[in-house]
């Protein structure tokens, strides 16, 4: 079997173009135990993730999902449309949360391709994709861009 076979074929840095968006195919409902265990690993220490008693009486009314959670399962979501084909990731930037995200809320990833940059290489080139997540309520709760070294065709495809 080769590599190429191992990946879907219209991911590779030719087929993506400036301005296109993609909806990526899964939802993803948060689960209490995702946020605990992720932000306990990460060791974020705020009662706003794990307090029910502080987080009643504020604004929020109830715990909050640690937004490293919900910036890890867009940029997740986004992985098979996106860097299934990367060979490096290279950086991400204008980290933004929009509104809260809670348990039980169904998250879903979008992308938006800004730039794709010849880098000097023949095997890959640069793409920097806008990613953004919205909950069940179509409301926008991340954004953020992040930069990708993706293989190309032309090296990749026959391997």
Do not use: C
């Amino acid at each position: 079997m080769k590599v190429s076979e191992l990946t879907s074929r219209d991911n590779y840095f030719e087929d993506f173009e400036v301005g296109m968006v993609l909806k990526h195919r899964r939802g993803k409902t948060i689960e209490p135990t995702e946020n605990v265990v992720i932000t306990n690993l990460v060791m974020n220490s705020a009662s706003s993730h794990f307090d029910d008693l502080v987080m009643k009486d504020t604004m929020f009314g109830k715990r909050l999902q640690f937004g490293g959670v919900t910036a890890s399962l867009i940029v997740g979501m986004a992985s098979q449309d996106t860097s299934e084909n990367a060979l490096a990731e290279l950086g991400m930037t204008n980290i933004r949360f929009k509104v809260p995200v809670f348990h039980g809320d169904t998250l879903y990833a979008y992308s938006e391709v800004l730039s794709t940059t010849e880098v000097g290489r023949d095997d890959a080139g640069e793409i920097v994709f806008r990613h953004w997540g919205v909950n069940q309520e179509d409301k926008v709760v991340f954004e953020g861009d992040r930069r990708v070294l993706v293989k190309k065709r032309s090296a990749w495809g026959t391997r």
